[in-house]
């Protein structure tokens, strides 16, 4: 695991406990296990922030680039508060790769599977995996037309959009006018 964080100094301190805290966590847990790196240099930090940008794209070119039909799909979903486990899909893929939101538990997910398998059964899946461990799926990049959203949001879209102007369809929403 790995874990980038930026945090700036604000000329109270806030860096030195930062740093304080964060070694005596590599004590606590073997420093063997836990390594601490602070960028040096602009050009560092900014190469670390571009992973978090990169990552989805470069998962997509993996699976072009293997040349066997392979494909995959990303998401996004929330887990409960202090329960960061992955759910354990039955349908195995071939790389999983997961990273996240360091403190709120929003989680995004790249899976490749090979040509055989059915993505799309392989999503809904974990959605219910997901939802039965107390999250949402999605979490952080809307419904889309792919998920059907809960009634409650529904409702409030529509009141948002009367006219259903401007996002027909969307969490299983009517495509039509007004809904009709």
């Not at 296990?33 to 794209?57: D, S």
């Not at 899946?125 to 799926?137: D, F, H, P, S």
Request: hydrophobic letters at 30%; a positive charge; one cysteine or more.
């Amino acid at each position: 695991h790995h874990i980038a964080m930026t945090v700036g100094e604000f000329g109270d301190g806030s860096m030195d406990r930062l740093l304080h805290r964060l070694q005596n966590f590599a004590s606590k847990h073997g420093r063997d296990k836990i390594v601490i790196h602070e960028c040096e240099n602009p050009t560092e930090a900014q190469a670390l922030t571009a992973f978090r940008f990169v990552a989805a794209t470069a998962f997509r070119t993996w699976c072009v680039g293997q040349g066997r039909g392979i494909q995959g799909f990303s998401v996004d979903y929330s887990l409960p508060k202090n329960d960061g486990t992955a759910p354990e899909i039955k349908t195995k893929p071939l790389k999983r790769m997961r990273y996240s939101h360091f403190g709120c538990q929003v989680v995004h997910e790249d899976l490749a599977y090979g040509p055989e398998e059915d993505t799309d059964r392989a999503k809904m899946e974990l959605k219910k995996l997901v939802e039965e461990q107390g999250g949402r799926l999605p979490a952080e990049h809307g419904h889309g037309t792919e998920y059907k959203a809960p009634k409650e949001t529904k409702e409030r879209w529509k009141k948002m959009d009367p006219l259903n102007v401007m996002n027909p369809g969307v969490g299983g929403l009517s495509t039509k006018s007004q809904y009709q």
